[in-house]
């Protein structure tokens, strides 16, 4: 069964990816979700729609004489052949852990160029060459398995490519994107039959907070 997206980028994120004013990481992150997300698909071309009507409502208004000209320079140029239809790219996959999973169109390009996976128990990752101030990788989380509790100690993005995660406060499957601040703790883990592929887009390293976890504070260049 077709997972439902439930969680989205806010209205204003939406406005600004339209507008091309997002920086490069974070605009990654909303494509790939737009990719996804059937909703933010229409949204974002009704916000096209809005924003061109309104540049269109501040323009002078052109004359009909000047439309007549317009149509009648148009009618006169040759008409050009149809573009024939190009053959659609392969389908780009990712591959770890014996499992094949398939990244959408605005991730293809990058995916084809990841880093090595470097990895801690059931949890890898693989640097994307993406972004300026940003760490963005793919985030693969094997079934069964949880990232320790933790905060951020910046803005962290997490957009599931694949399968479910789990946290305090619900269930994210495909297509949900999951926004945290340094105000917000949480320990993410998948299902015990189910492992996770997700695009992670973080500003600075996370802070494990409890027991031995702590330990690992130091070790963060796995993470970011």
């Known amino acids: 069964m077709t997972h439902a997206v439930k969680y989205h980028p806010g ?9 091309g004013t997002l920086a490069p990481d974070v605009a990654l992150a909303v494509a790939t979700h737009i990719d996804l997300c059937p909703h933010c698909q229409r949204l974002c071309q009704d916000i096209h729609n809005d924003q061109a009507s309104s540049l269109a409502a501040d323009d002078a208004p052109v004359m009909a004489d000047d439309f007549a000209a317009l149509f009648s320079a148009i009618t006169a140029e040759p008409q050009l052949e149809k573009p024939r239809k190009t053959q659609q790219r392969d389908a780009v996959t990712v591959n770890i852990n014996g499992r094949e999973f398939r990244v959408p169109r605005a991730l293809s390009r990058l995916a084809n160029q990841h880093g090595k996976w470097l990895q801690l128990g059931g949890v890898a990752t693989a ?45 994210y499957g495909a297509g949900d994107l999951l926004i945290n601040t340094p105000a917000d703790t949480h320990t993410p883990h998948t299902r015990a039959d189910e492992d996770c592929l997700c695009l992670s887009v973080l500003s600075a390293p996370l802070k494990f907070n409890k027991g031995l976890t702590r330990l690992l504070n130091p070790l963060q260049q796995f993470f970011y």
């Open 11 to 19: 209205m204003m994120l939406m406005e600004q990816y339209v507008e």
């Open 127 to 171: 640097k994307l060459p993406a972004g300026d101030k940003m760490h963005v990788s793919l985030l693969y989380i094997d079934k069964g398995t949880e990232i320790p509790n933790h905060t951020h100690l910046g803005l962290e993005m997490t957009l599931v490519l694949s399968g479910t995660i789990c946290d305090e406060n619900g269930e």
